[in-house]
């Protein structure tokens, strides 16, 4: 084919020199013309060659042949006309290459081959519209095809595009609709209501998507579904990649573009990235030993999600992603990323993720998996220069190291990291390690039993620096990450009165911020704090609130202030305690809900068994 192209394509330039040396072509439009009708898209490249070859030959013939220099302008011509050519149709001829590389897959590989075209991380990612011409592209291919199995197999994904943007219109109108279809707010994807599964399945056209709205509608995971649907052909996950792509995109723009409250619809922008990715990431783990290149597909859709997450400028580099999930969903999805993170090269997208899933681990308590998380992720972004990750990094390798009682390790993370921060200038970094070293040298300093003031100065003074940096950033988490961590040296230093005014402080900062650990933490210090001063119903109130809320989010800190709780329980009796729970009920539901408020018991007693 590649030689009858080169022959057809030598007459075509030379036809064209031959009427320009006539006379017969009076303007380069028709020289573009001509073009535009000869040249097949796909096929630049032979042209070029031909194209290349002749104008080799005229210049070396500059010296010898008289009209050398008159066809050498008309072949400049040519060249310069096939210049504009490629210009103005560069999309069709990316679509072309796409829909080639496509086909020249292995056919297990199609599903991939796909997935790995409508990267949404490329620099022009194809539009609606674009991805309809590849669709086209593909149905023409395979018309031209003798092979009636890849013939059916080409239609097969072309149709699977094609019904995909389909089911995305279908859905397009209800892409947040259902967040009002209750009257209740929605706060992300984990088991409360409203959730937009339930919705979807009912508009869907696509058997395959409705089938896992369904079953994500009845709090099931994606593993669940995929045991049900791992016979069905390639159009059908073509057309869910599709789908499910364009919802993901279509809600974060919507969340990102919410003026009345930027910083909760960036949260709910980071809940949407997590949850699509964990959805790709549970069906990779089902296909991974059954249909590996099925999983494949599936691994390089949740990669890219994560890809563009990590990429977004207000990367959550300290906080921001644990309020829309309850503690089992994010346990869930921490799991989901653990494995496959370990298949990818070290990458800044892939330090970001870990250093994500490094501070969420320890929200969690699991104190050991986060410090593997963020060391891997602190030599990646050393690597990769990305300062501010870097800093992040050793910031949270420091509050996990005071988690584990290493205070002399958690004392050497923080220095660097301030010392990091103030040469890059990165100021939230800064005020995140001025309160992480104010705060491991509280622990330091409790550890050698030392209740002296002037061992707490310098300590305190930190703590004191970092919440004025984070005012002046504007930070609401990391201010409340800094009052926080005041308040409980306060409360170690049995400084009631000032623990109590920075504690509420933090907890207050910490609601703004949607911020539900710190919310959860302070409310636990605010309940030791009162109980240092005997008021039992202060304690009582700002305890429960505490545990709940750490329970809600898998925190296994809940259980530290469901002890205390059970000590004054134990001082004032059941039924006094009981009481005082209940002349606190409106103050509680107003933090928790009724849910919440009605859960407790249970907690104290799963607790106490």
Same mark, same amino acid.
């Given at each position: ?376 992720? @602190? #030599?990646?972004?050393? +690597? &990769? ?6 800093? =992040?990094? /050793?910031?949270?390798? !420091? *509050? ?92 170690? @230093? #049995?400084?009631?009165? +000032? &623990? ?6 933090? =907890?207050? /900062?910490?609601?703004? !911020? *949607? ?95």
């Amino acid at each position: 084919m590649s030689e009858s192209l080169s022959d057809r394509y030598f007459a075509l330039i030379d036809h064209i020199v031959e009427l320009t040396l006539k006379g017969k072509i009076s303007s380069v439009e028709r020289v573009y013309k001509m073009l535009v009708e000869k040249v097949e898209v796909g096929t630049g490249e032979i042209l070029e060659r031909c194209l290349n070859q002749r104008l080799e030959a005229t210049m070396s013939q500059l010296d010898t042949k008289l009209k050398a220099a008159r066809v050498l302008r008309a072949l400049q011509t040519i060249e310069k006309q096939w210049l504009r050519w490629q210009e103005e149709n560069q999309v069709n001829a990316e679509i072309s290459e796409t829909a080639q590389s496509i086909i020249t897959a292995e056919p297990d590989d199609y599903f991939l081959a796909i997935v790995n075209a409508i990267d949404p991380n490329q620099d022009n990612s194809f539009s609606i519209d674009e991805l309809n011409k590849l669709a086209e592209n593909l149905q023409t291919a395979a018309k031209s095809q003798t092979d009636a199995g890849l013939t059916q197999a080409w239609q097969q994904l072309a149709a699977g595009i094609r019904e995909g943007l389909n089911s995305f219109t279908a859905l397009e109108g209800d892409l947040v609709s259902w967040m009002y279809s209750t009257g209740s707010n929605f706060s992300g994807f984990g088991a409360e209501k409203p959730n937009p599964w339930r919705i979807w399945a009912q508009k869907v056209p696509s058997p395959l998507a409705k089938q896992l709205f369904q079953t994500l509608a009845q709090q099931q995971s994606a593993i669940a579904f995929a045991r049900v649907a791992s016979n069905l052909e390639t159009r059908a996950w073509v057309e869910l990649a599709i789908v499910l792509q364009y919802l993901e995109r279509g809600l974060v723009t919507w969340f990102d573009n919410q003026p009345y409250n930027s910083k909760f619809g960036r949260e709910l922008s980071y809940s949407t990235l997590l949850t699509f990715a964990s959805i790709w990431c549970e069906l990779w783990q089902a296909f991974v030993n059954t249909k590996p290149a099925l999983a494949d597909g599936c691994f390089l859709m949740m990669l890219q999600i994560l890809r563009g997450f990590a990429q977004r400028a207000d990367f959550p580099l300290y906080s921001g992603v644990f309020a829309s999930f309850s503690g089992e969903y994010l346990q869930d999805t921490l799991d989901y990323f653990d494995e496959p993170l370990k298949q990818v090269e070290g990458t800044e997208e892939k330090a970001r993720i870990l250093t994500l899933l490094g501070y969420s681990q320890r929200t969690i308590g699991a104190y050991d998996k986060a410090i593997v998380f963020h060391q891997e992720a @602190l #030599e990646i972004a050393i +690597a &990769a220069n990305d300062y501010a990750c870097e800093i =992040a990094n /050793l910031n949270h390798l !420091s *509050r996990t190291n005071v988690n584990q009682k290493n205070y002399s390790e958690a004392v050497n993370y923080s220095q660097r990291a301030l010392i990091a921060a103030r040469q890059v200038g990165d100021k939230l970094g800064e005020a995140n390690a001025s309160v992480n070293l104010g705060y491991a040298q509280v622990f330091a300093a409790r550890q050698l039993d030392s209740m002296a003031v002037e061992d707490y100065s310098e300590a305190i003074r930190y703590l004191e620096q970092g919440v004025e940096l984070a005012k002046k950033q504007g930070d609401l988490q990391s201010q409340s990450f800094g009052h926080s961590s005041l308040g409980i040296a306060y409360v170690i @230093l #049995e400084q009631p009165t +000032a &623990a109590i005014a920075s504690l509420t402080k933090g =907890a207050e /900062l910490a609601q703004y !911020s *949607r911020d539900i650990y710190l919310q959860g933490l302070s409310f636990s210090y605010l309940a030791e704090a009162y109980y240092s001063i005997e008021d039992r119903p202060a304690a009582i109130t700002y305890g429960s609130l505490g545990m709940y809320l750490l329970n809600q989010i898998g925190s296994v800190e809940w259980r530290q202030v469901a002890g205390l709780l059970s000590i004054i329980q134990g001082q004032i009796g059941q039924e006094e305690f009981t009481n005082v729970v209940g002349q606190q009920r409106s103050q509680i539901i107003s933090l928790i809900g009724v849910d919440g408020y009605d859960y407790l018991p249970k907690l104290l007693e799963e607790y106490r068994q």
